[in-house]
């Protein structure tokens, strides 16, 4: 939920954050409102990204299934590389492995 703006002066603060960008994801235009221009250059790589993949499962699949059974396939392929990438930012094993060294070393000071 969007903050509460009290002021004019934090309306124009918000509105100048705030940007229109128009996004082409495979054969649709998009209008979206971004709150952080920051963010605009990932939104078009994750555009684009759609865009590549939407048209390689649309041109294996195109007439044989749905047009949303291939967005479907476009969503899971790109949930499967972000879920791997987080488990590859997984730091578990090495922080116990830290903490077992860590424990080892203190327990040989003592």
Do not use: C, F
């Not at 499967?80 to 930012?89: F, T």
């Not at 730091?91 to 830290?98: E, G």
């Amino acid at each position: 939920m969007p903050p509460v703006l009290t002021t004019e002066t934090t309306m124009a603060e918000e509105s100048k954050e705030k940007l229109n960008i128009r996004l082409h994801v495979y054969d649709e235009d998009i209008a979206m409102v971004l709150h952080n221009r920051e963010d605009e250059v990932y939104y078009r790589a994750a555009a684009k990204l759609i865009t590549e993949r939407y048209g390689a499962y649309a041109q294996v699949y195109k007439g044989r299934k749905s047009d949303h059974t291939i967005a479907l396939m476009t969503l899971i392929e790109i949930a499967l590389r972000y879920e791997k990438e987080l488990g590859k930012n997984d730091t578990t094993p090495y922080d116990n492995i830290l903490r077992q060294l860590t424990s080892e070393i203190e327990d040989a000071l003592k």
